[in-house]
Nanobody, 124 residues
Framework: QVQLVASGGGLVQTGGSRRLSCETT????????MGWFRQAPGKEREFVAW????????DYAGSVKGRFTISKDNAKNTVYLQMNSLKPEDTAVYYC?????????????????WGQGTQVTVSS
């Protein structure tokens, strides 16, 4: 059974930083593209960022580019999402996901595996 365990959410002030983590199995971590999505109340789940299994290619949503960074720790089978300069509109439940494509579709239904969400709340 594939497991993706997300953590690191919490309450942060506008302009602050937060790092999310997503731990998975070695098989998934070493062969799948890993990504982050988010869903705000009353809104569709949206793409945030992804990183290929090699870590050599990344992609970001325009709304987070330059503020968020996705990275991998091979020793820990963990993907991180470093979020800086947070804004109230970043408030959402953040989900990590995995997909076998090396250049995945950014629409969430195409992604194969999902972790549980972690809430990030940015106060104004």
């Amino acid at each position: 059974q594939v497991q993706l365990v997300a953590s690191g959410g919490g309450l942060v002030q506008t302009g602050g930083s937060r790092r999310l983590s997503c731990e998975t199995t070695e098989q998934i971590f070493s062969t799948y593209t890993m990504g982050w999505f988010r869903q705000a109340p009353g809104k569709e789940r949206e793409f945030v960022a992804w990183i290929t299994w090699s870590g050599g290619l990344t992609d970001y949503a325009g709304s987070v580019k330059g503020r968020f960074t996705i990275s991998k720790d091979n020793a820990k089978n963990t993907v991180y999402l470093q979020m800086n300069s947070l804004k109230p509109e970043d408030t959402a439940v953040y989900y990590c996901a995995a997909d076998r494509s090396s250049f995945p579709n950014t629409d969430w239904p195409y992604w194969e595996y999902w972790g549980q969400g972690t809430q990030v709340t940015v106060s104004s």
